[in-house]
């Protein structure tokens, strides 16, 4: 049985809740959500009937991820990190793979200079 | 003429009444396309034989698969229905990002959540949990790792106390 038919019943969820959904297909068959619901309760319940099929999650057949209306509005495919004691612009960037000038241009609006960043600030990671 | 009409419908319909003794199989087929039109349900050829219908075509996923036999298991006059619906190959899945930045993601995703016990390794997009979470989290931390846009996941995540 395909991961779309076991699983058929969180899909059939998302047509009658309003959640619009993608699918492709990962690593080695498995079937991956992508979607946006149109509240955290439609979302719930979707994790929910997962959590009934799997009640571990540990099939590893199925990624679920499906946001919020509201956080797809507000993400746009920015990362939010919240800078911590010891961290610098450098070493955010390597945590993530990518150049520190990427982390800096994206959050000139908040910082005045590169090498002097606060524990508790919250910058803009490109993904 | 509208009552001329009605007389020949009537005359008609008792005909085929009395000729069948029942709904044909072409009347059979119409319902279940006007069933499939009114529920937009599209792309699904039907073939109906002595009251069992036969869906054949290629539909979106599975959900629409389950929900095209059930519109037509809902018709009446139909005995079963065989459903031969194949369903759309998949695009492949593309990892939302590099592996070590979404290694960075993940970690801090699940850091703001409160997943402290669980750890995450990517490798080609596909993530590998490891750890223990307490059970009142632990789907909480599962869907912090499955939004960050990995297209594979091995989960080992122990569900504590």
């Known amino acids: 049985m395909s991961a779309q038919e076991k699983y058929v019943s969180i899909l059939e969820l998302a047509n009658q809740n309003g959640t619009t959904y993608e699918l492709t297909e990962g690593d080695n068959g498995t079937l991956v959500v992508t979607g946006t619901a149109p509240s955290a309760e439609a979302k719930q319940a979707l994790w929910?009937?997962?959590?009934?099929?799997?009640?571990?999650?540990?099939?590893?057949?199925?990624?679920?991820?499906?946001?919020?209306?509201?956080?797809?509005a507000a993400g746009g495919g920015m990362h939010t990190h919240t800078v911590e004691s010891g961290d610098s612009l450098s070493k955010i960037a390597k945590g993530y793979g990518i150049q520190w000038k990427a982390i800096w241009d994206h959050n000139r609006d908040i910082l005045k200079d590169p090498d002097k960043i606060y524990p508790g600030q919250e910058l803009k990671i490109p993904m | 003429?509208?009552?001329?009409?009605?007389?020949?419908?009537?005359?008609?319909?008792?005909?085929?009444?009395?000729?069948?003794?029942?709904?044909?199989?072409?009347?059979?087929a119409k319902a279940i396309?006007?069933?499939?039109?009114?529920?937009?349900?599209?792309?699904?050829?039907?073939?109906?034989?002595?009251?069992?219908?036969?869906?054949?075509?290629?539909?979106?996923?599975?959900?629409?698969?389950?929900?095209?036999e059930t519109a037509a298991k809902g018709v009446e006059g139909i005995k079963s229905v065989t459903n031969s619906l194949t369903?759309?190959?998949?695009?492949?899945?593309?990892?939302?990002?590099?592996?070590?930045?979404?290694?960075?993601?993940?970690?801090?995703?699940?850091?703001?959540?409160?997943?402290?016990?669980?750890?995450?390794?990517?490798?080609?997009?596909?993530?590998?949990v490891t750890g223990e979470v307490g059970a009142a989290k632990y789907a909480e931390c599962v869907q912090v790792?499955?939004?960050s846009g990995i297209t594979g996941i091995d989960n080992q995540l122990k569900k504590g106390k």
Not at chain 2, 34 to 60: N, P, S
């Open chain 2, 87 to 128: 369903t759309k190959p998949l695009p492949v899945a593309t990892p939302a990002a590099a592996d070590p930045a979404l290694t960075g993601k993940i970690t801090e995703d699940l850091k703001k959540a409160g997943c402290t016990g669980a750890n995450v390794s990517v490798a080609s997009g596909k993530v590998t």
């Open chain 2, 145 to 147: 790792i499955m939004q």
């Open chain 2, 33 to 68: 396309n006007d069933k499939f039109a009114a529920d937009k349900i599209t792309g699904v050829t039907v073939a109906v034989k002595d009251g069992v219908a036969t869906l054949t075509g290629e539909v979106a996923d599975a959900a629409a698969k389950s929900k095209a």
């Open chain 1, 48 to 72: 929910d009937e997962y959590e009934r099929l799997d009640p571990e999650f540990k099939g590893g057949d199925l990624i679920l991820n499906i946001q919020t209306a509201e956080a797809a």
């Open chain 2, 1 to 28: 003429m509208r009552i001329k009409f009605l007389t020949v419908l009537s005359i008609a319909i008792a005909l085929f009444i009395g000729a069948c003794g029942g709904k044909s199989d072409a009347d059979l």
